[in-house]
Each structure stands twice: as C-alpha cells, then as structure tokens.
C-alpha cells in the first residue's frame, strides 16, 4: 500500500515563518509552519478540555493527524511516513509540544516504540506489512508494561523461554 506522504521531502528553500525552517517542509496544501503552529493552538489546544473530560481525542482533530501525515512523521517515506530529517521532525515536536500530551501520544507510538522497533528489528516482510497502515493512521501502536518488575522502565523486563512438551 503506498501512501502520499503529506509534507514534501525537498529541504532547499528558506521560510520567513523562523530561522533554519526549511520552506518545504509544509504541512498539506503548502501551509507553512505558522499554519501548523495556528492548527496547534487555534484547534488543539480548545479542545483539550473536552479531551481530559471525555478521554478521547476528537474525530475532527484525529482526521486533520491522519491528513497531516502525523501517525508517520517519524518513517521513512519508503513506508508512508513523512521521510522528515532530525531537524525537521525536532521542529515539529517543538510545535506539538505545545499542545497536551494526549494528543501526541494518539500518534507518538506509531512513530517511536512501535514504528522504530519495527525499523530497527523487523524483517522486510514485517516492515512492510506494519509500517504503511501504522504511518497512515489506519492502526495505531500501543505500548503497556505489566510485568511487575519493570515498573516504567522497559529496559528492566527480562524475558525466559521454557520447551515444554506435550
């Protein structure tokens, strides 16, 4: 399934919307950092205390991720992600970072635990088959710890294999 990456990957031009913004980087319909800073502010943040009452993100504002390319922000365009350079994809945090939590984390997995153990340890097949519908939004990563020992830290769960037969 190949999906359209929302942001172009060409980084050449300036942007008078910031120093060092790469004028290509642009959110749908050649919008601009500042558009994407407004959409933060203008529509996320006045909805966040409906998103604290009902613990849900809004359909409408779930909808404008999906379109802005954000369940794949971190992914290679090779698999529907936005292809963005560690610079870009900083500056893009900085500007949701604006916003609460909540609504980076309906995408965050995709792009982090989720997306990046797929890239790292996946096969081909896996990467493949995982990383197109998690960068387009069409299933969304989650992450729990319930092994008593590891508390939040990850890095502590130690894992054990037992054959048994029969």
Do not use: K
Not at 138 to 159: C, K, M, N, V, Y
């Amino acid at each position: 399934m190949a999906i359209s990456p929302a942001w172009p990957s060409s980084r050449t031009a300036a942007d008078p919307t910031g120093p060092g913004w790469s004028g290509a980087y642009r959110c749908p319909g050649g919008r601009s950092r500042r558009w994407l800073r407004g959409f933060v502010r203008e529509r996320v943040v006045p909805a966040e205390a409906e998103i604290e009452e009902t613990d849900a993100i809004p359909a409408g504002l779930r909808a404008e991720a999906t379109r802005m390319g954000l369940f794949g922000f971190a992914l290679p365009e090779r698999y529907g992600g936005l292809g963005l350079s560690m610079t870009e994809e900083a500056r893009l945090v900085i500007e949701l970072g604006y916003a609460t939590p909540a609504f980076r984390s309906l995408f965050g997995t995709n792009n982090g635990i989720a997306g990046h153990v797929l890239l790292l340890g996946g096969t081909e097949r896996q990467r493949a088959g995982w990383l197109p519908r998690l960068a387009s939004g069409q299933w969304i990563a989650s992450f729990g710890l319930t092994e008593p020992e590891a508390g939040s830290d990850p890095s502590t769960i130690r894992t054990s294999e037992l054959l048994q037969r029969g």
